[in-house]
């Protein structure tokens, strides 16, 4: 497992990376930045990682960091996205790959905007 460290506009967050072949392939890329994009309660930009899902999942848990293959996208949930039905199930565009877990403080992710730099690096 990776410690990261996740800084979008003036916040900051801690969080891990499961021990998965592509969560490590990420793992060993970074840093990495881009721009953020918003959907709902979801912060997602393109990495420079191409890769499919090896276990796809159509939906994920608040705090939950997932790669979205169409996008090459790193995503963050941290809250329902606009085709989310309820707080406890929340629903990507389409199928993600989990990868990872925000810790703690992601609900400070509502403050970041699109069009903020979002950066990823090795805690």
């Not at 090896?54 to 941290?78: M, Q, T």
């Not at 996205?81 to 707080?87: F, G, H, L, N, V």
Request: hydrophobic share 40%; glycine share 8%.
């Amino acid at each position: 497992m990776g410690k990261i460290k996740i800084t979008a506009g003036d916040v900051s967050i801690e969080a891990e990376l499961k021990d998965t072949k592509l969560a490590n392939k990420i793992l060993e890329a970074l840093p990495l930045e881009g721009v953020a994009n918003t959907w709902g309660y979801e912060i997602y930009f393109s990495i420079p990682i191409e890769a499919k899902a090896e276990h796809p999942r159509k939906s994920v848990k608040i705090g939950d960091l997932a790669y979205w293959p169409p996008g090459n996208a790193f995503c963050l949930f941290y809250g329902r996205t606009p085709i989310s039905a309820t707080d406890e199930e929340i629903l990507p565009a389409s199928e993600v790959e989990v990868i990872g877990k925000m810790k703690r403080g992601f609900e400070k992710l509502k403050k970041v905007r699109s069009g903020q730099l979002v950066k990823i690096e090795k805690a």
